[in-house]
Protein backbone atom coordinates (compact mmCIF):
# COMPACT_ATOMS: atom_id res chain seq x y z
CA UNK A 1 0.00 0.00 0.00
CA UNK A 2 2.63 2.71 0.85
CA UNK A 3 4.64 1.30 -1.82
CA UNK A 4 1.36 2.12 -4.54
CA UNK A 5 0.94 5.46 -2.57
CA UNK A 6 4.80 6.41 -3.02
CA UNK A 7 4.50 5.94 -6.96
CA UNK A 8 1.52 7.56 -7.14
CA UNK A 9 3.30 10.66 -5.52
CA UNK A 10 6.12 10.22 -7.40
CA UNK A 11 4.58 9.61 -10.84
CA UNK A 12 2.90 12.63 -9.97
CA UNK A 13 5.62 14.83 -9.01
CA UNK A 14 7.51 13.65 -12.81
CA UNK A 15 4.35 14.68 -14.04
CA UNK A 16 4.31 18.10 -12.46
CA UNK A 17 8.05 18.75 -13.37
CA UNK A 18 7.22 18.12 -16.50
CA UNK A 19 4.58 20.40 -16.96
CA UNK A 20 6.43 23.08 -15.18
CA UNK A 21 9.49 22.76 -17.77
CA UNK A 22 7.09 22.94 -20.33
CA UNK A 23 5.84 25.82 -19.38
CA UNK A 24 9.22 27.55 -18.75
CA UNK A 25 10.06 26.64 -21.98
CA UNK A 26 7.04 28.02 -23.66
CA UNK A 27 7.65 31.34 -21.83
CA UNK A 28 11.69 31.50 -22.60
CA UNK A 29 9.87 31.55 -26.46
CA UNK A 30 11.80 35.19 -28.01
CA UNK A 31 9.03 37.45 -28.82
CA UNK A 32 9.65 40.10 -31.55
CA UNK A 33 8.01 43.37 -31.68
CA UNK A 34 8.12 46.94 -32.81
CA UNK A 35 8.83 50.15 -31.08
CA UNK A 36 8.28 53.73 -32.57
CA UNK A 37 10.81 56.50 -31.54
CA UNK A 38 10.04 60.32 -31.01
CA UNK A 39 11.29 60.69 -34.55
CA UNK A 40 9.00 58.24 -35.91
CA UNK A 41 12.02 55.48 -36.58
CA UNK A 42 10.56 52.02 -35.83
CA UNK A 43 13.17 49.53 -33.54
CA UNK A 44 12.85 46.05 -33.85
CA UNK A 45 13.30 44.19 -30.34
CA UNK A 46 13.16 40.70 -29.38
CA UNK A 47 12.78 39.05 -25.46
CA UNK A 48 13.80 35.80 -24.53
CA UNK A 49 14.30 34.00 -21.06
CA UNK A 50 11.96 34.79 -18.01
CA UNK A 51 9.67 37.23 -18.64
CA UNK A 52 9.31 37.32 -14.86
CA UNK A 53 12.96 37.46 -14.17
CA UNK A 54 15.09 40.71 -13.60
CA UNK A 55 15.52 42.66 -16.81
CA UNK A 56 18.23 43.42 -19.04
CA UNK A 57 18.89 45.76 -21.65
CA UNK A 58 21.43 44.73 -24.56
CA UNK A 59 22.67 47.61 -27.06
CA UNK A 60 24.74 46.58 -29.37
CA UNK A 61 27.43 48.40 -31.38
CA UNK A 62 28.51 49.94 -34.99
CA UNK A 63 27.53 47.21 -37.61
CA UNK A 64 25.72 45.05 -35.18
CA UNK A 65 22.48 43.85 -34.56
CA UNK A 66 20.57 41.61 -31.55
CA UNK A 67 21.73 38.63 -32.60
CA UNK A 68 25.34 39.89 -31.56
CA UNK A 69 23.77 38.94 -27.96
CA UNK A 70 23.31 35.76 -29.03
CA UNK A 71 25.81 33.93 -26.61
CA UNK A 72 23.76 35.63 -23.36
CA UNK A 73 20.49 35.09 -24.79
CA UNK A 74 21.06 31.85 -24.90
CA UNK A 75 23.22 31.37 -21.83
CA UNK A 76 22.56 28.90 -18.65
CA UNK A 77 23.81 31.55 -16.16
CA UNK A 78 21.38 34.30 -17.93
CA UNK A 79 18.01 32.07 -18.45
CA UNK A 80 16.45 33.45 -14.89
CA UNK A 81 16.75 37.14 -16.42
CA UNK A 82 14.12 39.04 -18.72
CA UNK A 83 16.53 39.47 -22.10
CA UNK A 84 15.82 42.21 -23.94
CA UNK A 85 17.74 43.40 -27.06
CA UNK A 86 17.07 45.55 -29.79
CA UNK A 87 18.60 46.93 -33.19
CA UNK A 88 20.20 50.46 -33.24
CA UNK A 89 18.70 52.68 -36.23
CA UNK A 90 20.12 52.00 -39.37
CA UNK A 91 21.08 48.14 -38.31
CA UNK A 92 19.63 44.94 -38.33
CA UNK A 93 15.70 45.01 -38.88
CA UNK A 94 14.86 48.87 -37.34
CA UNK A 95 14.55 51.31 -39.94
CA UNK A 96 17.22 53.07 -41.68
CA UNK A 97 15.79 56.26 -42.89
CA UNK A 98 18.12 58.29 -45.68
CA UNK A 99 20.42 61.04 -45.02
CA UNK A 100 22.57 62.10 -42.24
CA UNK A 101 20.18 64.07 -40.29
CA UNK A 102 18.37 60.57 -38.84
CA UNK A 103 21.93 59.97 -37.50
CA UNK A 104 23.69 63.08 -36.46
CA UNK A 105 22.34 64.18 -32.77
CA UNK A 106 23.16 61.77 -30.40
CA UNK A 107 19.62 62.84 -28.84
CA UNK A 108 17.83 60.71 -31.46
CA UNK A 109 20.11 57.44 -30.46
CA UNK A 110 19.22 58.09 -26.65
CA UNK A 111 15.37 58.34 -27.73
CA UNK A 112 15.58 55.62 -29.22
CA UNK A 113 16.80 53.65 -25.77
CA UNK A 114 14.15 55.13 -23.50
CA UNK A 115 10.98 54.57 -26.70
CA UNK A 116 12.24 50.69 -25.97
CA UNK A 117 12.79 51.24 -22.07
CA UNK A 118 8.87 52.40 -22.31
CA UNK A 119 7.81 49.96 -24.94
CA UNK A 120 8.93 47.17 -23.11
CA UNK A 121 7.42 48.26 -19.60
CA UNK A 122 10.25 47.08 -17.95
CA UNK A 123 10.56 48.30 -14.32
CA UNK A 124 14.61 49.67 -13.72
CA UNK A 125 16.31 47.91 -16.15
CA UNK A 126 20.20 47.02 -15.76
CA UNK A 127 21.19 48.72 -19.19
CA UNK A 128 24.55 46.87 -21.02
CA UNK A 129 26.20 48.54 -24.42
CA UNK A 130 29.00 47.39 -26.67
CA UNK A 131 31.66 49.99 -28.47
CA UNK A 132 29.12 52.55 -30.01
CA UNK A 133 26.29 51.29 -27.13
CA UNK A 134 28.10 53.08 -24.91
CA UNK A 135 28.00 56.37 -26.57
CA UNK A 136 24.03 55.67 -26.83
CA UNK A 137 24.06 54.81 -23.49
CA UNK A 138 25.96 58.02 -21.84
CA UNK A 139 23.43 59.93 -24.78
CA UNK A 140 20.38 58.72 -22.67
CA UNK A 141 21.60 59.01 -19.24
CA UNK A 142 22.49 62.75 -20.53
CA UNK A 143 19.09 63.12 -21.61
CA UNK A 144 16.79 61.35 -19.36
CA UNK A 145 19.02 61.05 -16.08
CA UNK A 146 19.48 57.57 -14.36
CA UNK A 147 16.25 57.64 -12.40
CA UNK A 148 14.58 55.15 -14.89
CA UNK A 149 17.64 52.40 -15.28
CA UNK A 150 19.17 50.42 -12.25
CA UNK A 151 22.63 50.25 -13.25
CA UNK A 152 24.39 50.35 -16.61
CA UNK A 153 27.19 47.68 -18.51
CA UNK A 154 30.01 49.50 -20.86
CA UNK A 155 31.50 46.50 -22.75
CA UNK A 156 34.04 48.09 -24.22
CA UNK A 157 32.07 50.87 -24.63
CA UNK A 158 32.95 53.89 -26.56
CA UNK A 159 33.25 56.82 -24.06
CA UNK A 160 34.08 60.22 -25.90
CA UNK A 161 33.92 59.85 -29.97
CA UNK A 162 37.79 61.44 -29.82
CA UNK A 163 40.66 60.59 -31.22
CA UNK A 164 42.86 59.70 -28.21
CA UNK A 165 39.88 57.22 -27.17
CA UNK A 166 39.37 55.55 -30.59
CA UNK A 167 42.52 53.36 -32.12
CA UNK A 168 43.15 54.90 -35.71
CA UNK A 169 42.47 52.94 -38.78
CA UNK A 170 42.38 55.57 -41.17
CA UNK A 171 42.37 52.82 -44.21
CA UNK A 172 39.78 50.88 -42.78
CA UNK A 173 37.19 53.46 -42.57
CA UNK A 174 37.90 54.78 -45.78
CA UNK A 175 37.29 51.67 -47.49
CA UNK A 176 34.11 51.02 -45.42
CA UNK A 177 32.67 54.09 -46.83
CA UNK A 178 33.68 53.69 -49.84
CA UNK A 179 31.11 54.22 -52.84
CA UNK A 180 32.77 51.19 -54.92
CA UNK A 181 31.06 47.94 -52.90
CA UNK A 182 33.23 45.50 -53.18
CA UNK A 183 35.88 48.12 -51.40
CA UNK A 184 33.04 48.51 -49.19
CA UNK A 185 32.07 45.20 -48.19
CA UNK A 186 36.22 44.35 -47.77
CA UNK A 187 36.72 47.21 -45.17
CA UNK A 188 33.43 45.91 -43.02
CA UNK A 189 35.26 42.95 -43.08
CA UNK A 190 38.44 44.03 -41.94
CA UNK A 191 36.45 46.03 -39.88
CA UNK A 192 34.58 43.05 -37.97
CA UNK A 193 37.88 41.13 -37.68
CA UNK A 194 39.06 44.01 -35.76
CA UNK A 195 36.60 42.97 -33.54
CA UNK A 196 38.11 39.89 -32.08
CA UNK A 197 41.67 39.13 -30.08
CA UNK A 198 40.18 35.37 -30.80
CA UNK A 199 37.93 35.14 -33.59
CA UNK A 200 34.59 33.09 -33.09
CA UNK A 201 34.07 30.31 -35.27
CA UNK A 202 32.82 30.83 -38.38
CA UNK A 203 29.71 30.38 -38.60
CA UNK A 204 29.43 33.08 -36.02
CA UNK A 205 32.24 35.31 -38.03
CA UNK A 206 29.64 35.02 -41.17
CA UNK A 207 26.80 36.20 -39.13
CA UNK A 208 28.70 39.29 -38.30
CA UNK A 209 29.62 39.80 -41.52
CA UNK A 210 25.72 39.60 -42.49
CA UNK A 211 24.83 42.44 -40.13
CA UNK A 212 27.32 44.23 -41.43
CA UNK A 213 26.03 43.96 -44.90
CA UNK A 214 22.80 45.12 -43.42
CA UNK A 215 23.73 48.31 -42.11
CA UNK A 216 22.76 51.76 -43.56
CA UNK A 217 25.74 53.50 -45.93
CA UNK A 218 24.15 57.25 -44.66
CA UNK A 219 24.31 55.96 -41.02
CA UNK A 220 27.87 54.42 -41.15
CA UNK A 221 28.93 57.88 -42.57
CA UNK A 222 27.67 59.76 -40.21
CA UNK A 223 29.19 58.03 -36.87
CA UNK A 224 32.07 60.04 -36.92
CA UNK A 225 30.56 63.45 -36.45
CA UNK A 226 27.96 61.90 -34.44
CA UNK A 227 27.30 64.10 -31.19
CA UNK A 228 27.87 62.47 -27.55
CA UNK A 229 27.23 63.78 -24.14
CA UNK A 230 29.62 61.77 -21.87
CA UNK A 231 30.65 64.58 -19.75
CA UNK A 232 26.90 65.39 -18.37
CA UNK A 233 25.71 61.68 -19.18
CA UNK A 234 28.20 59.46 -17.82
CA UNK A 235 29.57 62.25 -15.63
CA UNK A 236 26.31 62.45 -13.54
CA UNK A 237 25.00 59.11 -13.24
CA UNK A 238 24.86 57.57 -9.27
CA UNK A 239 23.29 54.02 -10.79
CA UNK A 240 26.47 51.65 -10.09
CA UNK A 241 28.34 51.41 -13.49
CA UNK A 242 30.33 48.35 -14.63
CA UNK A 243 33.15 48.68 -17.34
CA UNK A 244 34.00 45.12 -18.64
CA UNK A 245 36.70 45.73 -21.57
CA UNK A 246 39.62 43.74 -23.19
CA UNK A 247 43.18 44.13 -22.75
CA UNK A 248 43.49 43.12 -26.75
CA UNK A 249 41.16 45.68 -27.80
CA UNK A 250 42.36 47.27 -31.36
CA UNK A 251 39.29 49.56 -31.93
CA UNK A 252 38.98 51.21 -28.66
CA UNK A 253 42.35 52.11 -26.38
CA UNK A 254 41.21 50.41 -23.12
CA UNK A 255 43.36 52.06 -20.82
CA UNK A 256 42.61 56.13 -22.58
CA UNK A 257 39.28 55.05 -22.53
CA UNK A 258 39.20 53.52 -18.76
CA UNK A 259 41.43 57.03 -17.71
CA UNK A 260 38.69 59.21 -19.03
CA UNK A 261 35.62 56.85 -17.43
CA UNK A 262 36.93 57.31 -14.29
CA UNK A 263 37.91 60.85 -14.36
CA UNK A 264 34.22 61.57 -15.38
CA UNK A 265 32.66 59.54 -12.79
CA UNK A 266 34.87 58.21 -10.08
CA UNK A 267 32.49 55.99 -9.02
CA UNK A 268 32.84 53.00 -11.84
CA UNK A 269 33.73 49.64 -10.90
CA UNK A 270 36.17 48.68 -14.20
CA UNK A 271 37.59 44.59 -15.15
CA UNK A 272 39.88 43.80 -18.09
CA UNK A 273 39.44 40.18 -19.64
CA UNK A 274 43.12 39.72 -20.57
CA UNK A 275 42.21 37.28 -23.22
CA UNK A 276 39.60 39.70 -25.05
CA UNK A 277 39.84 42.04 -27.59
CA UNK A 278 37.03 44.22 -28.72
CA UNK A 279 34.25 41.66 -27.80
CA UNK A 280 34.41 40.28 -24.25
CA UNK A 281 31.24 39.06 -24.32
CA UNK A 282 32.18 36.62 -27.41
CA UNK A 283 35.40 35.88 -26.90
CA UNK A 284 34.86 35.08 -23.48
CA UNK A 285 31.44 34.82 -23.27
CA UNK A 286 30.78 31.99 -19.52
CA UNK A 287 33.19 34.66 -17.64
CA UNK A 288 31.09 37.71 -19.03
CA UNK A 289 27.94 35.56 -18.35
CA UNK A 290 28.56 35.24 -14.77
CA UNK A 291 30.03 38.34 -13.90
CA UNK A 292 26.92 39.93 -15.65
CA UNK A 293 24.64 38.03 -13.44
CA UNK A 294 26.71 38.90 -10.72
CA UNK A 295 26.25 42.60 -11.23
CA UNK A 296 22.37 42.09 -11.97
CA UNK A 297 21.68 40.19 -9.07
CA UNK A 298 23.61 42.92 -6.72
CA UNK A 299 21.98 45.98 -8.35
CA UNK A 300 18.58 44.19 -7.72
CA UNK A 301 19.64 43.84 -3.85
CA UNK A 302 20.50 46.91 -4.25
CA UNK A 303 17.23 48.50 -5.32
CA UNK A 304 15.09 46.32 -2.85
CA UNK A 305 16.84 47.63 0.06
CA UNK A 306 16.40 51.29 -1.15
CA UNK A 307 12.84 51.06 -1.39
Known sequence: MRLRLFSSFLIAGCAMATLLAAASNALAAPVSYTVTSTDGVKLAVQESGNPNGPPIIFVHGLLGSRLDWDGQAH???????????????????????????????????????????????????????WSLGGVVISNYLAKYGDGAIAGAV???????????QIVDHPDVYRDMNSPDLKTHLDGERVFVGLCFHRRPHAQAFDRLLANAAMASWDMQKEIPTMTDFAERGLGNARVPLLFIYGA????????????????LNPHIVSTVYANSGHAPFIEEASRFNRDLARFVDSVQTHETVGQ
Open 248 to 263: HDALVDTRGTLARANA
Open 75 to 129: SADLRQYRIISYDLRGHGLSDKPAGAEPYHDGNRWADDLAAVIEGAHVPKPVVVG
Open 154 to 164: YVDGVVDLAPD
